[in-house]
């Protein structure tokens, strides 16, 4: 592979043909109020970074109410938890996403942010192209995580080896 030149995308197909994408959800507890000055340098950079992950290649789509935004919806019982769902063509679409835009660098100052959470946060799962996940089967889909661990019903990035990234990206 030449330098700047990316790897092949790995798309995944059911037995039957139909072409499968993934989905993800994240949630996240905030350590302040919304509105408060100590967050505001999340709360900026959302309109940023979600243009770009409409922008990225492999995006299909992502939560979000009339005005754009996934602040307001309200998943869980905790109402001061936030929600970010989307669903990309292929896991290195979202890897990319994740890892190699913007949305790093607001994902390295999450410990600024936001609570540490005792249960999963972040899951993935494949869906049927078309299908547009509901907050109910997220919902289901990080508590199956938090009871059975990876798994084909819900996983984390281990559960993709041939996504490396996260190894080398993250930080927390």
């Known amino acids: 592979m030449t330098a ?3 790897r092949p995308q790995t798309s995944r197909r059911r037995a039957d043909g139909i072409a ?5 959800i994240n949630i ?4 302040y109020a919304l509105d408060d000055p100590r967050i505001a340098g ?3 950079r959302l309109d940023q970074v979600n ?3 409409e922008r990225s290649p492999g995006f ?3 939560l979000q109410d009339e005005a754009g935004s996934a602040l307001a919806i309200r998943a869980f019982e905790d109402p001061t938890l936030i929600v970010n769902m989307s669903v990309w063509e292929t896991p290195e679409h979202l890897e990319h996403f994740v890892w190699n835009t913007v949305h790093k660098q607001v994902y390295r100052r999450k410990a600024e942010w936001f609570e540490a959470m005792k249960s999963h946060h ?3 799962w494949w869906v ?4 547009v996940p509901t907050l109910e089967e997220a919902r289901a889909k990080l508590d199956h995580l938090d009871c059975h661990g990876d798994s084909e019903e819900a996983f984390g990035w281990a559960h993709l080896p041939h996504v490396k990234l996260w190894q080398t990206q993250r930080c927390a």
């Open 4 to 6: 700047g030149s990316r």
């Open 20 to 24: 499968m994408h993934l989905a993800e």
């Open 28 to 31: 996240a507890k905030p350590a």
């Open 42 to 44: 999340f709360v900026n």
């Open 51 to 53: 243009a770009i992950a």
């Open 60 to 62: 299909v789509w992502r």
């Open 122 to 124: 972040f899951a993935m």
């Open 128 to 131: 049927e192209e078309g299908h």
